[in-house]
Nanobody, 126 residues
Framework: HVQLVESGGGSVQAGGSLTLSCTAS????????VGWFRQAPGKAREGIAG???????YYADSVKGRFTISQDNAKKTYFLQMNGLNVEDTAMYYC?????????????????????WSPGTQVTVS
């Protein structure tokens, strides 16, 4: 049973930073496109960052310039560096992956494109 394992959530004051990490239990990300999503209470799940297997990065306007997605050289772990956090960033955060077929570029932010999901980690900004 393939699982994505996520860590790094927590509580932080406004203006602070957190880094989330995401690994897969049974595969590396070499043939995967990876996305980061979040869902605040009462709101729809929002795609906020994505990275294609060829390295192209995509960001939602809400996080552009503040959040950065990266990976380790072995493509076993992906990271979401979150800087300049504000109260509106409070949400449950998820990483997701699609493999082996690539996502449709204009749908990188849509949850339906992804097959594998992490259980989620809470980020609270106060």
């Amino acid at each position: 049973h393939v699982q994505l394992v996520e860590s790094g959530g927590g509580s932080v004051q406004a203006g602070g930073s957190l880094t989330l990490s995401c690994t897969a239990s049974e595969f590396t990300f070499e043939d995967s496109d990876v996305g980061w999503f979040r869902q605040a209470p009462g709101k729809a799940r929002e795609g906020i960052a994505g990275i294609r297997r060829d390295g192209d990065e995509y960001y939602a306007d809400s996080v552009k310039g503040r959040f950065t997605i990266s990976q380790d050289n072995a493509k076993k772990t992906y990271f979401l560096q979150m800087n300049g956090l504000n109260v509106e960033d409070t949400a449950m955060y998820y990483c997701a992956a699609i493999r082996p077929r690539p996502w449709l570029v204009d749908k990188w932010h849509e949850s339906g494109e992804y097959k594998y999901w992490s259980p989620g980690t809470q980020v609270t900004v106060s």
